[in-house]
């Protein structure tokens, strides 16, 4: 619902009141203003770092990076056995240079994965014991080159239903070919490959009730079953109003109680018009669902504000149980929301402008982190 025109000059009034305290906030880095309370990440391509400007950013910014893209199955062992690691090795150099802590994301997932390393050529599962080899080959050999580089691993991203009723597991190729201890068998190897590193499981709505009982179920399983998972990673893929606050807070208490960590890992905050349900919008672009193509309206920015204030007090409530929160990009221009879930439209989900500049949302954290409020 768009703000009647008292709701706007208060937006406005209050935009000012952010930028003021943004700039009155100085020099302080998120990175700074976060000090130990936890570390402050963003996710990086290698490509960004030949952008001066973006590199200089990240490096003053951020105390971890996740690789975007470069680390995902597709990229790293695009063919059996062929490993690529140019790129995530980019990474891991530039972030060595500047103390960040680099987040590996993801080792086994049903997108960008190759078809071979779970199915046959006509999509039908392998058969178990030469998944089982795949998923350790490819384990092993991507934890084993960036050992002592990498600060944890998304080892299983997006595994869970969302469906509220029905299986638990998400219906994907390695559940067919491997069977329910596919996520078991995957934290087990990736323990051998590397010990000293931690492990997490990812996943979407997960701050949701239904899918936050299935992911605490979950870790208690793979705990019993002498598995190490050292935290969630709740994505945070969320928007100006959804879910509330409310919801996430009870979520992180709930995590906490079960004697689980917890990473908010992908956060960035949609400002456009979502459908609620159904598939991806695709194809031509309709005007309305690109409102904001021209320049996004001061009260939407002062509102995305708010928002990022509020959910960083939230996480600041948690210190024992929330050790990173990671930004999904740097700036607006960047962002995946450009093109997903409908592609060609402008979306403004990150703390800076397509010009670098910081946004209101900047201030807006940077003040939760210095002074918690
Ligand atoms: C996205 C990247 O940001 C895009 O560049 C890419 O085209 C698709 O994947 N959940 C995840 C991330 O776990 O890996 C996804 O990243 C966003 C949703």
Same mark, same amino acid.
């Given at each position: 619902m768009r703000m009647a025109p008292t709701g706007r000059i208060l937006g406005s009034a209050l935009l000012l009141l952010t930028l003021?305290?943004?700039?009155?906030? *100085?020099?302080?880095?998120? !990175? $700074?203003? &976060?000090?130990?309370? +936890?570390?402050?990440?963003?996710?990086?391509?290698?490509?960004?770092?030949?952008?001066?400007?973006?590199?200089?950013?990240?490096?003053v910014q951020f105390s971890s990076a996740t690789a975007e893209n470069e680390l995902k199955p597709d990229q790293t062992e695009p063919r059996p056995g062929?490993?690529?690691?140019?790129?995530?090795?980019?990474?891991?150099?530039?972030?060595?240079?500047?103390?960040?802590?680099?987040?590996?994301?993801?080792?086994?997932?049903?997108?960008?994965?190759?078809?071979?390393?779970?199915?046959?050529?006509? *999509?039908?599962?392998?058969? !178990? $014991?030469? &998944?089982?080899?795949? +998923?350790?080959?490819?384990?092993?050999?991507?934890?084993?080159?960036?050992?002592?580089?990498?600060?944890?691993?998304?080892?299983?991203?997006?595994?869970?239903?969302m469906a509220d009723n029905g299986p638990e597991l998400r219906d994907t190729p390695a559940l067919r070919a491997i069977g329910d201890d596919y996520i078991e068998q995957a934290f087990r190897f990736a323990h051998e490959a590397d010990p000293d590193v931690e492990l997490y499981y990812n996943d979407f709505g997960i701050e949701q009730p239904a899918k936050r009982d299935r992911a605490i179920r979950l870790v208690r399983r793979l705990r019993a079953a002498g598995v190490r998972v050292d935290a969630v990673g709740i994505q945070g893929h969320w928007s100006l109003k959804y879910p509330p606050a409310s919801t996430i807070d009870e979520a992180i208490r709930a995590y906490r109680d079960a004697g689980i960590k917890?990473?908010?890992?992908?956060?960035?905050?949609?400002?456009?018009?979502?459908?609620?349900?159904g598939p991806a919008i695709q194809g031509a672009v309709e005007a309305q669902a690109d409102p904001y193509h021209d320049g996004c309206p001061p009260d939407v920015l002062a509102e995305q504000a708010t928002r990022y204030a509020d959910l960083f007090r939230?996480?600041?409530?948690?210190?024992?149980?929330?050790?990173?929160?990671?930004?999904?990009?740097?700036?607006?221009?960047?962002?995946?929301?450009?093109?997903?879930?409908?592609?060609?439209?402008?979306?403004?989900?990150?703390?800076?402008?397509?010009?670098?500049?910081?946004?209101?949302?900047?201030?807006?954290?940077?003040?939760?982190?210095?002074?918690?409020?």
């Open positions: 003021a305290r943004a700039s009155a906030a *100085g020099a302080a880095s998120l !990175r $700074e203003a &976060a000090g130990d309370k +936890l570390l402050i990440g963003t996710a990086v391509s290698s490509r960004q770092l030949d952008n001066a400007a973006e590199a200089k950013l990240i490096a062929q490993f690529r690691f140019e790129a995530g090795d980019r990474i891991a150099e530039f972030a060595q240079q500047h103390q960040i802590a680099i987040i590996g994301h993801t080792l086994c997932w049903h997108q960008q994965t190759p078809r071979w390393m779970f199915q046959n050529d006509d *999509g039908t599962p392998l058969p !178990r $014991e030469q &998944a089982l080899a795949n +998923l350790r080959t490819h384990i092993t050999g991507v934890m084993g080159h960036f050992r002592g580089k990498v600060h944890g691993w998304d080892v299983v991203n997006e595994a869970l239903s917890v990473m908010i890992t992908e956060l960035d905050i949609d400002v456009l018009p979502r459908r609620k349900r939230v996480f600041l409530k948690y210190p024992d149980t929330i050790t990173r929160v990671t930004l999904w990009g740097i700036h607006d221009g960047r962002s995946w929301l450009n093109y997903y879930p409908v592609r060609g439209r402008t979306n403004y989900p990150l703390l800076w402008d397509r010009q670098l500049t910081p946004k209101p949302a900047l201030g807006a954290v940077l003040d939760v982190l210095e002074h918690g409020k």
